[in-house]
């Protein structure tokens, strides 16, 4: 039995009403507590919700609206931390050593420091980053695979 299996039966039968949808059993939850006058715990129980997750619901409701009962997305907050610049720069570094058969992505990483610091460009990404930027790009030389002693 899942958590949502518990829900009031006036909504469990509204075929509007999708147990799914955790933003709208929150709203639910929320609209249940104002207009029926029952108390926070007595809610919470038939939605199945801590006391915690229902302040925290009805904080973000009452500050962004709908929004605020959106689930989270989990992944950066920020920009990504690639720029344009950045990754003009490390193409045209792996275009220049295209031909080189002894020119390694680590050599490539180097240089990018290098020339960075030299355009006063603050470099915030590793070299696994300028990895994928490569594959992306089909640059991408794979290294060869250490052998193990068997």
Do not use: W
Request: charged share 35%; net charge positive.
């Amino acid at each position: 039995m899942t958590e949502k299996d518990h829900l009031p039966q006036a909504l469990a039968r509204n075929p509007f009403y999708k147990k799914e949808d955790t933003a709208q059993t929150k709203y639910e939850m929320l609209r249940m507590e104002a207009t029926a006058k029952k108390p926070v715990t007595q809610v919470c129980k038939e939605f199945s919700y801590t006391r915690k997750i229902f302040y925290d619901a009805k904080a973000r409701y009452e500050n962004d609206g709908m929004a605020g009962l959106l689930d989270k997305v989990p992944g950066p907050k920020n920009p990504l931390k690639v720029t344009d610049q950045i990754e003009e720069l490390v193409l045209s570094i792996k275009r220049e050593h295209l031909n080189d058969p002894k020119f390694k992505n680590s050599h490539l990483y180097e240089i990018l420091k290098e020339e960075c610091a030299a355009r006063g460009i603050l470099l915030t990404i590793s070299q696994k980053t300028v990895d994928r930027i490569l594959l992306r790009n089909n640059l991408h030389i794979p290294r060869p695979r250490s052998k193990k002693n068997s």
